[in-house]
Nanobody, 123 residues
Framework: VQLQASGGGMVQTGDSLRLSCVAS????????VGWFRQVPGKEREFVAA??????HYADSIKGRFTISRDTAKNTVYLQMNSLKPEDTAVYYC???????????????????WGQGTLVTVSS
């Protein structure tokens, strides 16, 4: 499966953005899909993921971000509200067909990655 992430941009504190991850070459509902983010010099950080009906969020974004899926469009979204400067990062979507739930927050467990989209939040 190929993943194409988009929707990043430059916003101010408190603003919202919606990231999209469009899948091709595979049916998104058959994969666990996650969003990760990375800033220079740091490891890729888990943000949110779902596997079948289970949704997982990082504590740092819980209550502000929402992951969702549109199977008709083969697309996964990350709605980001109340953005903070510390949310600034390159955001990546990832997918895997065989990941186990206990590993869903581990970037290395995902086989397929999108190219990343930059989110910049100014104070």
């Amino acid at each position: 499966v190929q993943l194409q992430a988009s929707g990043g941009g430059m916003v101010q504190t408190g603003d919202s953005l919606r990231l999209s991850c469009v899948a091709s070459g595979g049916t998104i509902s058959r994969y666990a899909v996650g969003w990760f983010r990375q800033v220079p010099g740091k490891e890729r950080e888990f943000v949110a993921a779902f596997k079948r009906g289970d949704i997982h969020y990082a504590d740092s974004i819980k209550g502000r971000f929402t992951i969702s899926r549109d199977t008709a469009k083969n697309t996964v979204y990350l709605q980001m509200n109340s953005l903070k400067p510390e949310d600034t990062a390159v955001y990546y979507c990832a997918a895997d067909s065989g990941i186990i739930t206990s590993s869903i927050r581990v970037a290395a467990q995902y086989d397929y990655w999108g190219q990343g989209t930059l989110v910049t939040v100014s104070s």
